[in-house]
Nanobody
Framework: QVQLVESGGGLVQPGGSLRLSCAASNGIFSYLMSWYRQAPGKQRELVAAITRSGNINYADSVKGRFTISRDNANNTVYLLMNSLKPEDTAVYSC???????????WGQGTQVTVSS
């Protein structure tokens, strides 16, 4: 069982930055770690993912603005968000997926609001 707790969300002006953190209760070394977001009235979408070996994928809408990273020693995953836009407003959730066992865990989410 892995518990995930996100933090770092909040209200920010357009063009601003935020760094989200996802703290895991157990080791995440062997997990695919991802950030998803869901805006009101929209489906949840993948924002960024990082494999155990460090391979990274981003949604086209955030490429060049967001950076995902992981600190396996401290069981934490980060999402640095720069040049934020109002359309980035959503609840951001952390996901841990273990491919060999297909175990899948979610955090409770953190609200990010981009508004002037």
């Amino acid at each position: 069982q892995v518990q995930l707790v996100e933090s770092g969300g909040g209200l920010v002006q357009p063009g601003g930055s935020l760094r989200l953190s996802c703290a895991a209760s157990n080791g995440i070394f062997s997990y695919l770690m991802s950030w998803y977001r869901q805006a009101p009235g929209k489906q949840r979408e993948l924002v960024a993912a990082i494999t155990r070996s460090g391979n990274i994928n981003y949604a086209d809408s955030v490429k060049g603005r967001f950076t995902i990273s992981r600190d396996n020693a401290n069981n934490t995953v980060y999402l640095l968000m720069n040049s934020l836009k109002p359309e980035d407003t959503a609840v951001y959730s952390c996901n841990a997926f273990h491919p060999p066992t297909r175990r899948n865990y979610w955090g409770q989410g953190t609200q990010v609001t981009v508004s002037s």
